[in-house]
């Protein structure tokens, strides 16, 4: 959903994402003389209105119009130097659930006088918007998104520096409401508050359907899992399996099996044995390479009814750390296609036979009742039909490059590996800039961005190896060799006339399109879509933010003083500018930056 409100020249619009909205504003060059920027105020249902905080106030607050009940920094105060900006309401909150409903954001541009001083704000200039907010649910189809900022300052606040994801040992089941650790503030947080942060909505979406079919006899469930070791759903395939009520097909690559050093993924398997009624209702196996898939389907005695996929791993790392997506189709035909897919591994015992069946040779397409346009394969596929399906994404990539208000925003796991066409027309298309393309991928190596100021792309700091962030910021930790982008998708065309994002758990490159068992989902939507590229927007911003701040900061002092991040930043001098000039690159047309204030407009 989309809603714009304007007024007088100056327009505001709400985009709705999972949970989150992203607010464009956009208004004349003429207008944007003196501008000093906006001030937002938003209304939860129920609540009275809040301002956004900026973390920089002016070099001498009293000098310009001041709410003095408000904090300098409070953006009444201190006017956001941004033509967008992204809102995750409860993102600074830590057990308490975020407060969802219709939300009213009321944006107003703030202006200097001919002296450089912040007038005071005019509510005749104001444009209101209400937009719902919340998880995000359009016909058949549930998204969820992990929050995938371990490498963020609302993270260090909530959990501290040196985060413990699981207790010291070996236990595989553990007490999540147990105390996890302290934050910088001395106040003790349990693993459950960790994980609920952390795995946000698409840990809310695996726990949703897991608990209704723990509570609903006449319910099953099959399960294809890669990487396994979160303890709350282990524990919920536990006791289905003392029912009866389960199957799984667990990776057993190098990655998740030893015979000499069991992975967490054997121990599961010798403790579902133990306790399931029927030894035969788990299968190990890895087709040619691994058994990609992050899939749950849930049937009852008529057949399918629902199905969760996406690019998030059932394990720890996969909810708590990496940044992920899954999608709840609540369709009964696309349920039954998964359906039809675990039945045909199971029979074949997880193996390469798979890409002999018509399941692994064409593409299955549904669009009845309230699922929007969407077509999925399923690999192994033959390598012919491996080449051709990525062929098909990498020409749509291509075609947004041809158009003069193209788009592409993508978060690939590894943009850098991986043979076929995909990730080179990423690549190939930022090179050219001439579209609007926004990206981030991720390997061992690095996190790369793709934002209009490189052309090559920037190599992140900060992972592996901690960065080292000036005032007023905390030190972030680093998360080792380990993937922070694990997601999987692209999305084409965002508010262009035929939107589509390609997801799922494919790593889109051939090797695993031909040997790995995955899912590989295109979605015709714009709203599926805007809530993906969302999502994108706010990963891209947020490590090009923490780039820049450790390229600054390198020889910066550590932080960590007791004092406000405001006040800190007065001690780094950081402050507002007192001019209009960080306008100029959004109505410059040789400037990418005007290409992003006139695409979200």
């Given at each position: 959903m989309t809603i714009t409100q304007q007024k007088n020249g100056f327009s505001v619009k709400a985009h709705q994402g999972d949970a989150k909205t992203l607010l464009a504003f956009d208004l004349t060059e003429a207008m944007a003389r003196n501008l000093a920027g906006f001030t937002i105020q938003y209304q939860a249902p129920g609540m009275a209105p809040v301002y956004l905080q900026n973390e920089l106030q002016f070099p001498d607050p009293s000098k310009h119009a001041q709410d003095q009940t408000l904090p300098p920094n409070s953006s009444i105060n201190a006017p956001l130097h941004k033509f967008r900006w992204l809102h995750v309401p409860g993102s600074v909150q830590l057990s308490a659930k975020p407060i969802y409903g219709a939300y009213v954001y009321t944006v107003t541009p703030r202006y200097f006088d001919k002296a450089g001083l912040l007038l005071p704000i005019d509510p005749g200039l104001s444009v209101a918007v209400t937009i719902p907010v919340g998880p995000f649910v359009?016909?058949?189809?549930?998204?969820?998104?992990?929050?995938?900022?371990?490498?963020?300052?609302?993270?260090?606040?909530?959990?501290?520096?040196?985060?413990?994801?699981?207790?010291?040992?070996?236990?595989?089941?553990?007490?999540?409401?147990?105390?996890?650790?302290?934050?910088?503030?001395?106040?003790?947080?349990?693993?459950?508050?960790?994980?609920?942060?952390?795995?946000?909505?698409?840990?809310?979406?695996?726990?949703?359907?897991?608990?209704?079919?723990?509570?609903?006899?006449?319910?099953?469930?099959?399960?294809?899992?890669?990487?396994?070791?979160?303890?709350?759903?282990?524990?919920?395939?536990?006791?289905?399996?003392?029912?009866?009520?389960?199957?799984?097909?667990?990776?057993?690559?190098?990655?998740?099996?030893?015979?000499?050093?069991?992975?967490?993924?054997d121990q599961f398997?010798?403790?579902?044995?133990?306790?399931?009624?029927?030894?035969?209702?788990?299968?190990?196996?890895?087709?040619?390479?691994?058994?990609?898939?992050?899939?749950?389907?849930?049937?009852?005695?008529?057949?399918?009814?629902?199905?969760?996929?996406?690019?998030?791993?059932?394990?720890?790392?996969?909810?708590?750390?990496?940044?992920?997506?899954?999608?709840?189709?609540?369709?009964?035909?696309?349920?039954?296609?998964?359906?039809?897919?675990?039945?045909?591994?199971?029979?074949?015992?997880?193996?390469?036979?798979?890409?002999?069946?018509?399941?692994?040779?064409?593409?299955?397409?549904?669009?009845?009742?309230?699922?929007?346009?969407?077509?999925?394969?399923?690999?192994?596929?033959?390598?012919?039909?491996?080449?051709?399906?990525?062929?098909?994404?990498?020409?749509?990539?291509?075609?947004?490059?041809?158009?003069?208000?193209?788009?592409?925003?993508?978060?690939?796991?590894?943009?850098?590996?991986?043979?076929?066409?995909?990730?080179?027309?990423?690549?190939?298309?930022?090179?050219?800039?001439n579209v609007f393309s926004y990206g981030i991928s991720d390997s061992p190596g690095g996190i790369y961005l793709y934002t209009p100021r490189k052309k090559t792309g920037v190599l992140v700091t900060g992972k592996p190896v901690q960065a080292r962030l000036p005032p007023p910021f905390d030190q972030v930790p680093g998360i080792g060799l380990g993937h922070q982008i694990h997601h999987k998708y692209v999305v084409c065309g965002f508010n262009g006339n035929d939107p589509v994002v390609y997801c799922g758990s494919s790593n889109l490159a051939l090797g695993g399109e031909e040997e790995n068992g995955d899912n590989l989902i295109a979605i015709h939507d714009a709203d599926v879509a805007t809530a993906f590229a969302i999502d994108g927007l706010g990963l891209v911003d947020h490590f090009d933010f923490l780039d820049r701040c450790a390229a600054q900061g390198k020889t910066a002092p550590g932080t960590g003083q007791s004092s406000s991040k405001p006040q800190q930043a007065i001690a780094a001098r950081w402050f507002l500018s007192t001019n209009d000039r960080w306008t100029v690159p959004y109505f410059d047309s040789n400037d990418l930056h005007c290409v992003d204030r006139q695409l979200f407009r």
């Open positions: 359009k016909g058949s189809i549930e998204l969820g998104f992990t929050r995938g900022f371990v490498q963020s300052q609302a993270f260090v606040h909530h959990f501290g520096p040196n985060p413990l994801f699981r207790p010291k040992g070996k236990d595989l089941i553990f007490d999540t409401t147990a105390t996890a650790g302290k934050n910088s503030a001395g106040q003790s947080y349990t693993f459950a508050d960790e994980y609920a942060w952390a795995g946000f909505t698409a840990r809310e979406k695996i726990l949703t359907l897991l608990n209704g079919v723990l509570n609903d006899a006449s319910l099953r469930l099959d399960v294809f899992a890669y990487d396994l070791s979160e303890t709350d759903i282990m524990s919920a395939f536990l006791t289905l399996a003392t029912q009866g009520r389960i199957r799984i097909i667990l990776d057993n690559a190098a990655l998740h099996h030893s015979a000499t050093t069991p992975k967490a993924e398997e010798k403790s579902f044995r133990k306790v399931v009624r029927t030894p035969a209702a788990i299968l190990r196996g890895k087709f040619g390479r691994y058994a990609h898939d992050k899939v749950m389907i849930v049937s009852n005695d008529a057949g399918p009814v629902k199905v969760l996929t996406g690019s998030t791993n059932f394990s720890i790392t996969g909810l708590y750390v990496n940044s992920n997506h899954v999608l709840v189709f609540n369709d009964p035909q696309v349920a039954a296609a998964y359906r039809q897919v675990f039945d045909d591994s199971w029979a074949d015992g997880v193996s390469m036979k798979f890409n002999g069946t018509s399941e692994a040779g064409q593409v299955a397409s549904f669009s009845a009742g309230t699922t929007p346009r969407t077509e999925i394969t399923f690999s192994p596929h033959p390598p012919t039909f491996a080449a051709q399906n990525l062929k098909a994404m990498a020409d749509r990539i291509t075609k947004e490059g041809e158009q003069e208000d193209g788009s592409v925003i993508f978060a690939v796991m590894a943009v850098a590996s991986g043979q076929g066409p995909v990730l080179p027309a990423l690549e190939q298309l930022h090179a050219q800039q």
